[in-house]
């Protein structure tokens, strides 16, 4: 399936409206306008493995450019809209793109980006365009609205920060398969029923693989998308009742402001139309999800899996009434349970997560962090640990390494250590996730001072700007303390664990 099967079917139907301007793409208007986009990379001597590179927020025409990348066998890489310029730069440059795209909403971080794109042939930008930069919607313009001669399935190749804190590309095989052929299992029909009459909320940034990879299928069966250009609570539930939406996909904290609205707010939207509400990318406390299935009913289902798409667990509302705290069965790879040497584990005993003969991926010009994924009867991990039940249900423990979630955003803190290190007043600095209430974690910073009589709320100000000016906003620390002296093995390794330990601890965690 692919969207021109529906555009010939049913011209004239929604496939995606944007829910804060109510602006309407036609699945007839998305054909055309990927067509178009197609078109215009053959043009530019753009064929299947080459890369292209998007910078977009959730803008009316970014599902445009995905498609038209995925019909011409491109790698594209959506790339956050939060990330500063240096960020941006690194991204676009290991991925070895050859073509940029971006909104004039973003002039701030590219204005001075185009020089430094080594590689890249060609800088489009919508809306407007500044100094360095095409404008997409005239280049498209000149190009017909028929279909490549040679289409093929794409794919997006996103990024996760690796080890070193640089972002990693994952990338996985473009399929063999002629383009529209079905390319694995439907698993949003199988499992939650979503279909051509469906219609499907995507309240998350499109750059994140969860939320693309869903609206992009839907879209492939059929489905009306609703895509908010931000989330907000209340706009979200507004969003629910108007466009009587059936299906949609979040993560806890947005279940956590929209419980912490008050009731008679809450409760005045209509929601009676939902038939399934999917939650992943971060672990949802306990309490918050009774909550949520008390208001919206069964519905709720829980997934883990990753961008790198090696294995797929699942756990609908009924499975997880009776098994709370688990993200289900796996239905995609086998689940392994294996200690710090690779032997497997007890049934019901603590261990690193691996999945066997799930799908292929690899980390993009890092064959290091690859190999590290891998166990050496070739299955692969996500880094996560925790331990299946004698029902065959997985529960997660711990999170991998010291990775910090928040709001469902994956942050790796070694990022902001590396900054922060470089202030002249810093000798030493440890960057954790803490709680938070809303986001379930926060990011925090422990500094030793060059000297202490510095230590304070101005330095605190200080270096929370000095990251903010170098690193998306996201990442760096909300809040910052000073010690003296950190705690440090004499060879230098740092036992942040000790560190955090605390924090969680004073905060009854």
């Not at 009924?318 to 993200?327: A, I, P, R």
């Not at 955003?409 to 996730?433: C, R, W």
Request: some cysteine; proline content about 5%.
């Amino acid at each position: 399936m692919h969207p021109g099967i529906w555009a010939e079917q049913s011209p004239d139907k929604v496939a995606y409206v944007m829910a804060g301007s109510g602006f309407e793409v036609t699945y007839g208007e998305l054909e055309a306008r990927a067509n178009q986009g197609a078109q215009l990379f053959r043009s530019l001597g753009l064929k299947r493995g080459d890369h292209i590179a998007i910078l977009l927020e959730n803008h009316p025409r970014f599902l445009q450019i995905a498609w038209a990348a995925q019909r011409a066998g491109l790698y594209y890489t959506a790339i956050s809209w939060r990330l500063q310029e240096d960020e941006v730069a690194y991204i676009v440059g290991n991925c070895e793109a050859k073509l940029f795209i971006t909104s004039h909403a973003r002039r701030d971080v590219v204005s001075s980006l185009v020089e430094r794109l080594e590689g890249v042939e060609h800088c489009y930008m919508l809306d407007d365009v500044i100094d360095g930069f095409e404008a997409w919607e005239a280049a498209i313009a000149e190009q017909p609205e028929t279909m490549i001669d040679d289409p093929s399935e794409g794919t997006p190749m996103l990024y996760s920060s690796g080890t070193t804190g640089y972002p990693k590309g994952i990338k996985k095989p473009l399929s063999e398969e002629p383009y529209g052929a079905d390319v694995g299992p439907n698993l949003a029909g199988l499992l939650w029923q979503m279909d051509e009459n469906s219609t499907y909320i995507s309240p998350a940034p499109l750059y994140h693989a969860a939320p693309l990879n869903f609206v992009m299928g839907a879209i492939r069966h059929g489905t009306k998308i609703v895509v908010m250009e931000h989330f907000h609570e209340v706009e979200a539930l507004a969003a629910i009742e108007k466009y009587k939406v059936t299906h949609g996909q979040w993560v806890p904290t947005m279940f956590v402001r929209m419980l912490k609205l008050p009731a008679e707010e809450r409760m005045k939207y209509d929601v009676s139309t939902l038939v399934c509400a999917v939650h992943a990318a971060a672990p949802c406390p306990v309490p918050v999800k009774e909550q949520m299935i008390d208001w919206w009913g069964p519905i709720l289902c829980e997934y883990y899996a990753g961008t790198e798409a090696n294995g797929f667990t699942h756990i609908n509302s009924h499975e997880w009434l009776t098994h709370k705290g688990s993200v289900g069965k796996s239905l995609v790879g086998e689940l392994h349970i294996c200690d710090d040497e690779g032997e497997e584990v007890p049934t019901g005993e603590t261990g690193t997560v691996f999945f066997g003969g799930g799908g292929e991926f690899e980390y993009y010009n890092d064959e290091e962090k690859t190999r590290s994924s891998r166990h050496a009867k070739g299955w692969s991990t996500l880094g996560d640990v925790g331990y299946v039940d004698e029902e065959g249900y997985l529960y997660l423990t711990d999170r991998k390494n010291f990775m910090i979630i928040s709001g469902g955003v994956n942050i790796y803190p070694q990022e902001a250590e590396n900054i922060l290190i470089t202030h002249d007043d810093v000798v030493d600095v440890a960057v954790f996730g803490v709680p938070n209430a809303d986001f379930g974690e926060e990011v925090k910073a422990v500094v030793q001072p060059r000297d202490m009589g510095l230590a304070g709320p101005e330095l605190e100000l200080a270096l929370i700007e000095y990251c903010r000016e170098r690193l998306s906003h996201v990442k760096c620390p909300r809040s910052i303390d000073f010690r003296e002296e950190l705690p440090r093995h004499p060879t230098g390794k740092l036992y942040k664990r000790l560190l955090k330990d605390e924090y969680w601890k004073d905060a009854g965690a």
